[in-house]
């Protein structure tokens, strides 16, 4: 017995209006996985569980078809078309495009199901809904244990997570399906009648699955970016019981949210911390930050000023004891300025210069004759231009060289550069 293509992309409709005798399959929507094909002669529909020779048999898209006899599978069917079946050719598999390596498949399984002699006394065909099954809403009722690893701070601790979303699958060998899941039914065979237990194998592989994204270094709050690996992983812990034993797999699989009890948040957020303080640059501004707000702290102190500032010292002594004496005493000493650089002077040829003698022209650096007055006022001649009062004595001064005779004396000529005294 065999399936003869009669029409490739008949519809029902169509057949329904040129053969007598045909099955078909109404359109299946997304919570039926598998339905009965119904028999139809002249306007009346049949269940008399025998399928004459010539019947013709619809397949939709979407849909695989498999004719079933006594219990045992004879042959499979999943490219859309019209069929005949003709009890005289033997077995045979339409694959189409369902999945590739179908057909071989479905042809052993046909060996192991095969069913000798002529028409038995049970014949039915089965529809097998082959699109994603979506919206399968899961949550984790308890924790799951993720092992969190962060190579950057030597990070490797246990915690746990819920998370809560939507995964989807699809039926890539109706045959391990009907042998092994729904059997020979009566009507229809509805996605609620095996949700149950999907979900719970699906969150009891979870964890094997969160654990090769831990291996990974990804962290818990970056598992909503690697929804495919997620995907692929719950494949490779499902394959026995979903694949090899249901022919199901996963199509996709969504988190709509990650979250970690707070006990567990604040840990983290604590070893993180003490990773950073190792750093000792972070660890000295951070002793600032707190030294400055200590000191705000302190003026502030009901106790008094005094009091306060003696507990800031303490506090820095202990500081001391843990990050390190030089760590401290940056954190609580103001910063001390910077020397200034030596200030040049300009040529007037336009050349800046630090010493006595211009870099380019070899002039002299000028030397500047003002003195102030005990009123205040500054001068350059010998008198105060405001009070009158004489220009106090000083040490001589080289006006060609600015050399000053420290040691009060009065050369006539400066021993610098010869040039004569005023």
């Known amino acids: 017995m065999g399936l003869i293509q009669a029409a490739v992309g008949a519809l029902h409709g169509t057949l329904a209006d040129q053969w007598k005798e045909y099955f078909y399959c109404e359109a299946m929507d997304s919570d039926v996985l598998v339905k009965r094909g119904v028999k139809k002669n002249g306007s009346r529909f049949f269940e008399d569980n025998v399928i004459s020779d010539g019947s013709r048999i619809a397949v939709a898209d979407g849909q695989c078809m498999i004719i079933v006899e006594n219990g045992q599978v004879m042959d499979v069917c999943a490219e859309p078309g019209a069929y005949v079946y003709d009890t005289k050719t033997s077995p045979t598999v339409f694959g189409g495009k369902f999945l590739e390596g179908l057909s071989a498949v479905a042809k052993e399984t046909w060996r192991r199901f095969q069913f000798g002699g002529g028409p038995g006394k049970d014949q039915r065909i089965y529809y097998f809904n082959t699109k994603e099954i979506v919206g399968n809403k899961y949550g984790t009722a308890t924790p799951i244990p993720f092992r969190l690893i962060d190579k950057n701070i030597g990070m490797d601790m246990d915690i746990s997570i819920r998370c809560n979303g939507e995964f989807s699958y699809r039926i890539v060998n109706p045959m391990l399906f009907y042998t092994n899941v729904c059997g020979n039914i009566s009507k229809d065979y509805e996605r609620s009648q095996i949700d149950s237990q999907l979900k719970s194998e699906l969150l009891t592989a979870l964890q094997p699955a969160f654990g090769k994204l831990a291996e990974e270094g990804i962290r818990y709050s970056m598992i909503t970016n690697h929804t495919t690996e997620i995907a692929d992983n719950l494949n490779d812990v499902l394959s026995k019981k979903w694949t090899e034993l249901r022919g199901l797999e996963v199509v996709s699989f969504g988190v709509n949210s990650v979250s970690i009890p707070k006990e567990d948040e604040d840990m983290i957020k604590t070893a993180q911390k003490k990773a950073m303080m190792k750093d000792s640059a972070y660890a000295t501004a951070s002793l600032k930050d707190a030294a400055a707000q200590a000191m705000v702290d302190a003026a502030n102190n009901s106790g008094g000023a005094m009091a306060g500032f003696m507990g800031m010292n303490m506090a820095g002594n202990m500081a001391g004891n843990l990050f390190g004496q030089d760590a401290a005493s940056q954190a609580v000493q103001p910063a001390q300025p910077q020397a200034p650089a030596a200030e040049g002077w300009k040529c007037s040829c336009g050349a800046v210069n630090t010493g006595k003698f211009c ?40 006006s060609n060289c600015g050399w000053k005779a420290e040691d009060g004396s009065s050369p006539k000529f400066c021993p610098e550069c010869g040039n004569p005294m005023k």
């Not at 022209?361 to 405001?386: L, M």
């Open 359 to 398: 870099s380019e022209c070899g002039s002299p650096k000028p030397v500047d004759e003002t003195w102030t007055c005990s009123c205040g006022t500054v001068n350059k001649g010998k008198f105060c231009s405001e009070c009158g009062a004489r220009k106090p004595d000083g040490p001589a001064v080289c």
